[in-house]
Structures are given as structure tokens and as C-alpha cells.
């Protein structure tokens, strides 16, 4: 069965930077687009920011939620089935708990949710 395990979140000042990974236990990591998202206290988990697979057309298109555009990069490492989200300039409302999951083009979800890793960003 497979399992995603998230890590790298943390405390950290506003402006600061962190780097998360996933690490997804599936023998067909390639096939799947990957995506990262986040709930904050109180409120429903948001899609944060989508990788698509290699193949054509996707070619590793991302996309990202308007609130971390031009902060957030999500990449892909197939030889370690590992997702990264780099996250620059964080803000207090960057705030919650980070998750990653498969997406299907429906964007539902091909696997349970791992425990994520909280990242908090306060001065």
C-alpha cells in the first residue's frame, strides 16, 4: 500500500525560506501528477501547487494557487520518488499544515493522506 511521508516543515520568521519533501513508497511514482497542499486551523484544505507527470503533454507543467505564485516551487526527483515544494518568502498566512497526494485529472486523490509536516511562520 502506499504511503506519502512529508517532511522539512518547521518554525520560521516571516521572509524566511523551507524546503519540504515528500516521499511517496509506489512502484509507479512516474505515473502519477503530484501535488502539494495545506489546511490552516479552521479551515478546508487548499491546493497549494500541482506538478504533472513527464509524459507529453504534461511535461512536468506546474501550476500554483494565486496566494504563492512567484514564492512557492514544486519539483520532482523520479529516481527518489520525492516531491519538493521550495517556499520563499513566507508569511504568517503560509501557516498550516502541508500535505502532498497524487491528483488524478479530476482532482481527486489516488491515496490517504500522510500526517503532513506543520510549517509556521511567525516572528
Known amino acids: 500500500q502506499e504511503q506519502l511521508v512529508e517532511s522539512g516543515g518547521g518554525l520560521v520568521q516571516p521572509g524566511g525560506s523551507l524546503r519540504l519533501s515528500c516521499v511517496v513508497s509506489?512502484?509507479?511514482?512516474?505515473?502519477?501528477?503530484f501535488a502539494w497542499y495545506r489546511q490552516a486551523p479552521g479551515k478546508q484544505r487548499e491546493l497549494v501547487a500541482l506538478?504533472?507527470?513527464?509524459?507529453?503533454?504534461?511535461?512536468?507543467?506546474?501550476n500554483y494557487a494565486d496566494a504563492v505564485k512567484g514564492r512557492f516551487t514544486i519539483s520532482r526527483d523520479n529516481a527518489k520518488n520525492t516531491v519538493y515544494l521550495e517556499m520563499n518568502d513566507l508569511k504568517p498566512e503560509d501557516t498550516a499544515v502541508y500535505h502532498c497526494?497524487?491528483?488524478?485529472?479530476?482532482?481527486?486523490?489516488?491515496w490517504g493522506w500522510g500526517q503532513g509536516t506543520q510549517v509556521t511562520v511567525s516572528s
Open positions: 497526494n497524487g491528483r488524478y485529472g479530476d482532482g481527486s486523490n489516488p
Open positions: 509506489t512502484n509507479i511514482f512516474t505515473f502519477y501528477a
Open positions: 506538478i504533472g507527470t513527464d509524459r507529453p503533454p504534461y511535461d512536468r507543467g506546474t
